[in-house]
């Protein structure tokens, strides 16, 4: 990509018009209008400088890309960074069958959850049938201290019976 557009600039580098032909004799195929160089403001008329001016700016352009600090080694981890890039597609067919696994597992656990909500209402059920049978058990135990009550009291009289029996 960056050396298609290189391979343009030098191209329209290369392409001028001869000297007194105006714009309207322009063959539409000789106009280059599809190439963002995005250049500083003192190369952007490259295509109308004479030939001296455009190695002299060129050299500007050279002088000023060594100048600036570390592109050696950015340019330099290029190769590193076209092997990293080369890995997405691995990375995102790893991460759309993870996406899958999740995706089934949101399915799965939807459905646990639905099975937990029936089971819990099952179980609410149980536990009012229970509360109603702890009420029954309540009056039960009433009225088992009411019988143990007149058992006491039985038991007393027969303990005097008793009580006079070995006394003669």
């Given amino acids: 990509m960056v050396v298609e557009s290189v391979n343009e600039l030098f191209h329209a580098i290369q392409t001028r ?66 092997e990293s890039v080369s890995m997405l597609p691995g990375i995102k067919t790893g991460i759309d069958a993870m996406n899958m696994k999740l995706d089934a597992f949101t399915d799965e656990q939807r459905t646990f959850n639905q099975n937990v909500g029936s089971h819990t209402q099952r179980l609410d059920g149980y536990i009012e049938e229970q509360r109603e049978h702890n009420k029954r058990f309540d009056g039960y135990i009433e009225e088992q201290r009411g019988y143990n009550k007149l058992m006491g009291a039985h038991n007393l009289r027969l303990e005097q019976i008793l009580q006079k029996l070995v006394e003669k």
């Fill in 17 to 82: 018009a001869p000297p007194g032909i105006s714009i309207g004799q322009f063959v539409k195929g000789e106009i280059i209008t599809d190439i963002d160089l995005n250049m500083p403001s003192e190369f952007l008329k490259l295509g109308t400088d004479e030939i001296s001016d455009i190695g002299r700016k060129l050299d500007k352009g050279v002088k000023l890309l060594e100048s600036l600090p570390d592109i050696k080694e950015s340019v330099s981890m290029l190769p590193s960074i076209k």
